[in-house]
């Protein structure tokens, strides 16, 4: 099996930074994509960004140029750095990857750590 544990969510005010971190854990033979994906209440999940094994990255449009995603592939931990924060991204973030793993290839999710950004 594959944990995923989250840390370096909180309390901001809008044009701070926050850096998230997340550590995957267990039986992992190799892990390919690695991201964040955010829910804020009353919308559906989306992606914030994502690193691949290469390195090569994305971003949603609403992060790009104030958040950078990194990845510890020897840690089996990726970051998202966030800058000038926004009200608007308050949500609850979620670390996913995609781990092959006891079960085989598959995707993984933690369980969540909340970002608050006051006004």
């Known amino acids: 099996q594959v944990q995923l544990v989250e840390s370096g969510g909180g309390l901001v005010q809008a044009g701070g930074s926050l850096r998230l971190s997340c550590a995957a854990s267990?039986?992992?033979?190799?892990?390919?994509?690695m991201g964040w994906y955010r829910q804020a209440p009353g919308k559906q999940r989306e992606l914030v960004a994502v690193?691949?094994?290469?390195?090569?990255?994305n971003y949603a449009d609403s992060v790009r140029g104030r958040s950078t995603i990194s990845r510890d592939t020897a840690k089996n931990t990726v970051y998202l750095q966030m800058n000038s924060l926004k009200p608007e991204d308050t949500a609850v973030y979620y670390c996913?990857?995609?781990?092959?793993?006891?079960?085989?290839?598959?995707?993984?999710w933690g369980q969540g750590t909340q970002v608050t950004v006051s006004s």
């Open positions: 996913n990857c995609n781990a092959n793993g006891p079960a085989g290839w598959r995707d993984y």
């Open positions: 267990g039986t992992i033979f190799s892990i390919n994509v």
């Open positions: 690193v691949t094994s290469l390195g090569d990255t």
